[in-house]
C-alpha cells in the first residue's frame, strides 16, 4: 500500500532490468496484479488500476527471443508477453512499457488476496 501511495504521487519507477529488460512492468489480469509482491510482511496490500498508452507493441512469446531485452531499442514503447506462451509459469499475460510517462494511475484498490 506504502508503494502504491507513493506510486500515485511520485510516478513509476521503471526497473533496470526483468524478462524483458528495463522498464515498468504491468498486466490486465487482476489474478497477476493481486500477487505481488510475493511477501508483504504482513503490509496492506494495493492494486493499481492503471491507463497505459503503450504505442508500438513488439510480441515477445518464446523465451531467447532476438528483441526479448532490445526490443526498446527498435522502436518499440511496450512489450507483450501473451498468455500460455511459455514465458511465465502462472501462463498469465505480462507487458513492460519502456517509459513510465506512458502510464496513468486510476484508481487504487486495497488488495486483501493476502491479508
Same mark, same amino acid.
Given at each position: 500500500?506504502?508503494?502504491?501511495?507513493?506510486?500515485?504521487?511520485?510516478?513509476?519507477?521503471?526497473?533496470?532490468?526483468?524478462?524483458?529488460?528495463?522498464?515498468?512492468?504491468?498486466?490486465?489480469?487482476?489474478?497477476?496484479?493481486?500477487?505481488?509482491?510475493?511477501?508483504?510482511?504482513?503490509?496492506?496490500?494495493? *492494486?493499481?488500476?492503471?491507463?497505459?498508452? +503503450?504505442?508500438?507493441?513488439?510480441?515477445? %512469446?518464446?523465451?531467447?527471443? #532476438?528483441?526479448?531485452? !532490445?526490443?526498446?531499442?527498435?522502436?518499440?514503447?511496450?512489450?507483450? *508477453?501473451?498468455?500460455?506462451?511459455?514465458? +511465465?509459469?502462472?501462463?498469465?499475460?505480462? %507487458?513492460?512499457?519502456?517509459? #513510465?510517462?506512458?502510464? !496513468?494511475?486510476?484508481?487504487?484498490?486495497?488488495?486483501?488476496?493476502?491479508?
Amino acid at each position: 500500500m506504502s508503494n502504491a501511495m507513493r506510486i500515485m504521487t511520485e510516478g513509476f519507477s521503471p526497473s533496470f532490468d526483468g524478462m524483458l529488460g528495463p522498464g515498468v512492468y504491468v498486466t490486465r489480469s487482476f489474478e497477476k496484479a493481486s500477487r505481488y509482491p510475493l511477501h508483504s510482511n504482513g503490509e496492506m496490500l494495493a *492494486v493499481l488500476r492503471l491507463s497505459v498508452r +503503450v504505442g508500438r507493441v513488439k510480441k515477445i %512469446n518464446y523465451q531467447g527471443h #532476438p528483441l526479448q531485452k !532490445t526490443w526498446h531499442e527498435h522502436g518499440y514503447d511496450t512489450a507483450w *508477453v501473451p498468455p500460455n506462451c511459455g514465458m +511465465v509459469n502462472s501462463g498469465l499475460e505480462e %507487458n513492460c512499457v519502456y517509459d #513510465p510517462s506512458r502510464i !496513468t494511475v486510476l484508481d487504487l484498490m486495497p488488495n486483501f488476496r493476502f491479508c
